[in-house]
């Protein structure tokens, strides 16, 4: 049985870090916004449970990756994804993101994960507790 994802106490509050800086090679260098501020305002009209925050961030050093994310908690495992696209991949992320919010140490299992995270992260990186 899945938790409920609004009212779970054993939940802890989790963090989708956009960089809305990134740029990625389907969208035109002109345009007037980034892509990753196309993404950041997608997934902040997303209906995400309260403790997924959604926060921009300035570059993530990812550039050659296209649009960049992280999934940080505290006392979890930490997940940098990229090659998204603000028009391909919200429900991706926000799938992972409820997935990972569930995941007490933030380590989903690689089969649960959506695909394109599965074949797109960047990093893995232990708890600062570890």
Request: aromatic share 6%.
């Amino acid at each position: 049985m899945q938790p409920d994802l609004e009212s779970d106490q054993s939940l802890k509050p989790i963090e989708i870090l956009v960089c809305d800086t990134c740029r990625h090679d389907d969208f035109p260098k002109a345009a007037d916004k980034r892509p990753g501020a196309l993404f950041l305002e997608a997934l902040a009209k997303q209906d995400l449970p309260a403790k997924i925050t959604v926060r921009s961030v300035k570059c993530l050093s990812n550039c050659s990756q296209g649009c960049s994310i992280v999934l940080r908690g505290e006392g979890r495992w930490s997940y940098v994804y990229g090659n998204l696209n603000p028009n391909e991949h919200i429900s991706a992320i926000v799938d992972g993101a409820n997935k990972y919010l569930i995941a007490a140490d933030g380590l989903v299992p690689w089969r649960e994960r959506p695909e394109h995270l599965r074949k797109n992260c960047i990093a893995r990186i232990p708890p600062i507790e570890a």
